[in-house]
């Protein structure tokens, strides 16, 4: 089945501590999102990347970095210095060429939480 | 920049009854593209209706239709018909041909009553 994993659902880490978080499509999609939600509001952007070895600053990237060496895959790593880091990470990916059907598809996201 | 605002934080609905759920945008654009997300308590985001704003016509997706009002930049869901399935974060959100990156409302709780 084609589709986006995040790994792990769940995530604790110690204030002070980088952490990476994971996220695989398989549906040949060229562009990918990193999107950050916080209770009670919508999703924030963080970063995207529309083409391989090539990546953009979201609304909200101070504190956060990624990577895009492979087209499916697209990990973020929160660094530790993200002032408020403990949040749900949702990843999506889309097609950047066929506007007629064009979506873009989230994973389950990751629930990280710093303390 | 573009912003995005659901005025709703919460709504209910009985079952089978009809809902609308109200969106308002802001751009300079004249091409783009809103969408309708659902948002289970499993968090998974869920499509639920797209909108190109070239279309004059609104879009259809079986029980969900929009009202598009382009010059009033007003993008509302209706849902008609309501389920308790339908009980959910639904979120507006606009994509800039750009980016092509989602701006998303903060979200209106849709509670279904039996």
């Known amino acids: 089945d084609g589709g986006i994993t995040q790994s792990p659902k769940y995530l604790f880490r110690k204030e002070g501590q980088n952490v990476t978080l994971s996220c695989e499509q398989n549906?040949?999609?060229?562009?990918m999102y990193w999107y950050r939600q916080d209770p009670g509001q919508g999703l924030r952007l963080i970063y995207y990347?529309?083409?391989?070895?090539?990546?953009q600053k979201g609304d909200i990237a101070e504190g956060y970095s990624v990577s895009r060496e492979k087209k499916e895959s697209f990990p973020l790593t929160v660094t530790s210095a993200q002032k408020n880091p403990t949040a749900f990470y949702l990843c999506?990916?889309?097609?950047?060429?066929?506007?007629?059907?064009?979506?873009?598809?989230f994973g389950p996201g990751t629930r990280l939480t710093v303390t | 920049a573009q912003t995005v605002t659901q005025s709703q934080p919460e709504m209910s609905v009985q079952e089978a009854e009809t809902v609308t759920l109200s969106c308002t945008y802001d751009?300079?654009?004249?091409?783009?593209?809103l969408f309708w997300y659902k948002q289970p308590p499993s968090r998974q985001m869920i499509l639920v209706i797209r909108?190109?704003?070239?279309?004059?016509q609104n879009a259809t997706e079986n029980r969900f239709s929009v009202n598009f009002q382009k010059a009033a930049k007003s993008f509302s869901l209706k849902i008609s018909d309501s389920q308790l399935g339908d009980a959910a974060m639904y979120f507006c959100?606009?994509?800039?041909?750009?980016?092509?990156?989602?701006?998303f409302g903060s979200g209106t709780r849709l509670q279904v009553q039996p």
């Open positions: 999506a990916s889309s097609t950047m060429w066929t506007a007629s059907s064009y979506e873009q598809y």
């Open positions: 751009t300079s654009e004249s091409d783009y593209y």
């Open positions: 909108q190109e704003a070239y279309k004059q």
């Open positions: 549906l040949n999609h060229d562009a």
């Open positions: 959100a606009y994509e800039d041909t750009g980016r092509r990156a989602l701006t």
């Open positions: 990347s529309q083409i391989v070895n090539d990546f």
